[in-house]
């Protein structure tokens, strides 16, 4: 039979791995769970009612509780329990592993382990399960001692080895191993997270740099100890991290021996502690504060159980009316108190155990200097069966309750006498408010309207209820909410004790009222605003009055007259406007101190005061005199002036009113030089009025109708200066049109009053017409003698005649002439055989019957200026034809010629040009025999800009290559040159189907 392998059990969870940690009821409060832990060293505690597990409380539960609640006195542990508890109740089969696993996968420190009938037996937490790692090698020195097989042994240590690395790695604790003297040879994964340190910087006694300075010899001392007592090393220290960090650690060490019990070095583990600790100093801190908090009262805190012991005095003062602590802790209420006393205390006592409720009751004791003193006491149940009382002192209150009432007395007598103080003078309010002359409210701090008078109502048409419903906004005028506001605030705010402003109301019509606005706030006794108190005064008439008084200013601001006011004793200028200060020159502080004096120089203070005078002796209303002004540049011009005496608050004052007349000097200067224009004008000139009737005649009109300069003009008409015969004429035609505002131009008679004789006239009569209406307001006339005209038309027209009739002589004999030489070359040609030459005569022939023709033209047109020259070119061309035999039907002639007319040096010129393109299109363009019909057109047009266009074409042979115009020796083509530039026009010369000649020349 084998023996029984002793690594079997080693790895099942036994009694030996559970530790057994306090337990504790659901009211138990978490400051007592935190001593009882401290006191019994223990990580958690159960809860338990009735021996039946209800749950787990650890560290870290507690630390998050109180990070979140404050008050730990009054937490109870229930408040803490973590709602991830694991409870074992089969263990047998468990193995380490597994545990490790639940603690690994939940984040677990501790898991509980529980009876069948769910009673606590204990707990399974990490620092449980080193107890196995630690002896896990000295196990393996005596699997090597009892088996002497090595496949097993090795089998063995190799699952003891994996199960230990496992254990090791996934361990929620740091691990360490060193050698004898302390030098460290292993740490696992967790201890380098908690240190901050890697493998290799722990290793020998490096761990020792990471070690707080403060704990380090502290450390060094304990170690040393426990290496010279052989006890396992247990101390609390800190790490600090690279970055800074505190790490509080639980530091646990016990020797590793060897097979033969020698000492080879040390095993041990660090647990993270920093949440505890800090748990504790926040307790600390927070006991501390509050028992320096109940140390300050002023009030006896007692303690009692559940019998109504004194267990715990605490007071700040003097113990009344007890002598010392001595005197009460450990007795009962009926052993200190009076037993009237003592039964109201127990009762209390009761009470507060039975209803968990605050229990109040006040009794009076005679201490120990024989004074009778009131106290008062406050009875509350704290939940573990105790009950705390605080008696506090209340002698004073009760001596300040009695002056109080006293007081309270006299104050009611005094507010009687305030209350018809008040009542009377509400009523003096009231009548005021209602009989008051102008509008007055009372407004709420939301600006509604609490109260308003009769007045107000009348001012604004709103009955009372009406008006009691609306703000003061809903009321002003649009464009002053804004200002209306502002003030307002400021009331409000304290900022402005009162505050006036003008502004405009609405009526319930519609109507704008103005009013002057006056406010003030009215405070309550503590001080704060209640309400502000408004009057309200119509200022409707005075704003009329005022925009008035600003529009009679502004006009005379405005005005174009120079306006000012001036003192009646020192005659200095008070007011001046705009007009007066541009028309000067001056500034306004300038003219303020100067007088009249100043700027019309040609008076003196004696005619000033002699022009006044009948001004202040109210003999006239009215100043009025015209005189000259100086600028502030030296210059002068004309004014007409005017003063008037104003009284203003019993002051005597001077208004003067300018005007400035330099337009009328010029226009009376004007008219002057008018009329004597007019007066000695040599023309008839006359006015009537609209009935015709004469109101002014000058000196020549007089003149030429023989009419008396002293006859009175005004009885005469215009008519009556007409021949009989064209006074029928004057009614109809030309007194119908000029009432028609008409003017009327023409020639007419008049009569010589004294001779009757006839006056050949040339009238010009119109009507004069008011410039805005276009009224007529008179006729006149001007009127000019032709009898001088007349008779040198006659003669000019006879001597006129007479030189037409030379003229046409004139012309008809060069006509004459001219065909008298052209009648030699027809008779000289009959004698000469040479064809070039008899070309030549034939030439010259031609162009002497091109002029002959103008001036047989002249001669028989009725005007001798202009020739008409479409008739010439039809006339010239149809002669040339002649000339040259042309046969009709074998040359075409066309005509595009326009309606013109050209003067005599022109026709001249331009009929010699004609003639010579012509007689070259005719002789040189359609060589003989010809085998198609020819074609020559001629174009005469008007041209933009006064320019004539003179075109001849022909459909011939053209012009013949490199022709130059200004070296041929051709007489024609030279002769046209010369006179293109006679008529300084522009010749072209080119191909287009035959010859083209286009001549633009001015028309003169």
């Given amino acids: 039979m084998q023996p029984q392998n002793p690594l079997k059990n080693l790895f099942w969870l036994t009694q030996v791995l559970l530790i057994y940690p306090p337990t504790v009821t659901p009211e138990t409060p978490i400051t007592e769970v935190i001593k009882l832990m401290h006191q019994e060293g223990s990580s958690c505690v159960f809860v338990s009612q009735k021996e039946q597990f209800i749950g787990l409380v650890s560290e870290r ?33 468990l193995k380490i592993d597994q545990v490790i696993h639940l603690l690994l996968e939940y984040h677990l420190s501790h898991i509980a382990v529980l009876k069948p009938n769910n009673q606590p037996l204990g707990v399974l937490t990490a620092e449980s399960l080193l107890t196995v790692i630690l002896g896990l090698q000295h196990q393996v020195t005596q699997l090597e001692a009892q088996h002497q097989e090595r496949g097993r042994i090795a089998a063995a240590l190799r699952d003891v080895e994996e199960r230990y690395a496992t254990l090791v790695s996934a361990a929620p604790v740091g691990i360490f191993r060193t050698d004898v003297e302390g030098h460290c040879l292993y740490v696992n994964e967790r201890w380098c997270q908690i240190t901050g340190l890697s493998r290799t910087e722990a290793m020998g006694m490096g761990w020792l740099i990471r070690v707080h300075s403060d704990d380090r010899e502290r450390i060094t001392r304990q170690w040393y100890r426990s290496t010279q007592t052989h006890l396992p090393f247990r101390s609390e220290y800190r790490f600090q991290h690279k970055d800074g960090t505190l790490i509080w650690v639980l530091g646990e060490a016990v020797e590793e021996r060897s097979n033969d019990g020698k000492l080879i070095g040390y095993i041990g583990t660090v647990t993270d502690i920093s949440d505890r600790i800090q748990a504790e100093e926040a307790l600390a801190k927070s006991e501390a504060t509050n028992r320096a908090l109940l140390h300050a009262l002023p009030d006896m805190l007692l303690r009692h159980n559940r019998q109504g012991t004194y267990i715990d005095l605490i007071s700040s003062g003097e113990l009344k009316p007890f002598a010392s602590p001595k005197e009460l802790i450990g007795k009962l209420p009926e052993e200190v108190l009076p037993s009237k006393v003592a039964k109201i205390a127990n009762q209390a006592i009761q009470d507060a155990l039975r209803t968990n409720e605050l229990q109040t009751y006040e009794y009076q004791l005679q201490g120990t200097d024989h004074h009778w003193c009131d106290y008062e006491a406050r009875v509350v149940s704290t939940g573990n069966g105790e009950v705390l009382s605080i008696v506090r002192d209340i002698s004073d209150r009760k001596a300040a309750e009695a002056a109080l009432q006293q ?35 009372l407004v709420g701090l939301d600006y509604h309207f609490l109260k308003v008078n009769t007045v107000l109502c009348q001012m604004l048409g709103y009955s009372e209820s009406e008006l009691l419903e609306l703000t003061f906004a809903e009321i002003t005028h649009p464009e002053d909410i804004d200002n209306s506001f502002d003030p307002a605030t400021q009331i409000f705010e304290e900022t402005h004790t009162r505050s006036q402003v003008e502004k405009r109301y609405l009526k319930k019509n519609g109507e704008i009222v103005w009013v002057n606005l006056t406010s003030c706030i009215i405070h309550q006794a503590n001080g704060q605003p209640l309400y502000t108190l408004s009057l309200i005064e119509d200022i409707s008439e005075k704003k009329k009055a005022e925009e008035e008084r600003m529009r009679f200013l502004n006009v005379i601001e405005a005005s174009l007259n120079e306006i000012h006011i001036f003192d009646a004793q020192t005659f200095k200028f008070q007011y001046i406007n705009q007009r007066t200060l541009y028309n000067l020159g001056y500034t306004r502080e300038q003219m303020k101190q100067m007088t009249p004096l100043d700027i019309k120089t040609e008076l003196n203070r004696q005619q000033l005061v002699d022009l006044l005078s009948p001004l202040v002796e109210k003999k006239q209303e009215e100043v009025v005199f015209q005189t000259f002004q100086r600028r502030a540049n030296g210059n002068y011009y004309p004014v007409e002036v005017h003063w008037q005496l104003i009284e203003q608050q019993g002051e005597h004052l001077f208004l003067s009113v300018i005007l400035d007349i330099s337009d009328r000097y010029t226009a009376q200067a004007e008219r002057q030089k008018l009329v004597a224009l007019v007066e000695n004008s040599t023309d008839f000139i006359a006015m009537t009025t609209v009935e015709g009737r004469m109101t002014y005649l000058n000196k020549a009109g007089r003149k030429l109708v023989g009419f008396d300069e002293k006859g009175d003009l005004t009885k005469k008409f215009l008519e009556d200066f007409y021949l009989g015969y064209d006074c029928s004429f004057f009614q109809q035609e030309i007194m119908s049109k000029l009432i028609r505002g008409e003017p009327w131009q023409g020639e007419s008679r008049l009569r010589h009053v004294a001779s009757g004789a006839s006056i050949a006239v040339l009238q010009s009569l119109f009507p004069i017409k008011e410039p805005q209406t276009g009224k007529i307001l008179a006729f006149a006339g001007i009127i000019r003698d032709l009898t001088e005209r007349k008779r040198a038309e006659v003669q000019l027209k006879t001597s006129l005649e007479q030189k037409e009739l030379l003229l046409k002589e004139v012309h008809h004999r060069v006509k004459n002439n001219l065909q008298v030489i052209s009648s030699l070359f027809s008779l000289q040609s009959q004698y000469i055989q040479d064809p070039q030459i008899l070309s030549i005569l034939e030439d010259s022939q031609n162009r002497i019957s091109s002029m002959a023709l103008i001036h047989e033209k002249l001669y028989h047109s009725e005007n001798l200026a202009k020739i008409d020259f479409k008739d010439y070119i039809k006339t010239l061309v149809q002669y040339l034809f002649t000339s040259y035999n042309i046969n009709p039907e074998l040359i075409h002639l066309n005509f595009n010629v326009q309606d013109i007319s050209l003067n005599l040096d022109q026709a001249i010129s331009c009929g010699l040009l004609l003639n010579e393109l012509v007689s070259n299109s005719l002789k040189h363009a359609f060589p003989r025999p010809m085998n198609r019909q020819g074609t020559i057109t001629i174009d005469f047009t008007p041209l933009q800009e006064q320019q004539l266009c003179l075109r001849v074409e022909d459909n011939g042979i053209g012009l013949p290559e490199g022709l130059n115009v200004k070296s041929t020796p051709s007489l024609g083509l030279r002769l046209v040159r010369a006179l293109t530039r006679q008529l300084k026009g522009k010749l072209e010369m080119y191909n287009n189907k035959g010859a083209v000649f286009e001549l633009v020349f001015p028309q003169a």
């Avoid at 507010?415 to 209602?434: G, M, N, P, W």
């Fill in 61 to 93: 539960d507690i630390i998050r509780c109180l990070a979140t609640k404050s008050n730990p006195q009054k937490i109870p542990v229930t408040s803490a329990l973590n709602k991830k508890v694991i409870a074992l109740k089969d263990i047998t089969q």
């Fill in 407 to 441: 007081l309270n007395a006299q104050l009611e007598a005094r507010v009687e006498q305030r209350t018809l103080a008040l009542t009377e003078s509400e009523e003096r309010f009231r009548k005021i408010f209602e009989e008051s002359p102008i509008g007055m409210a």
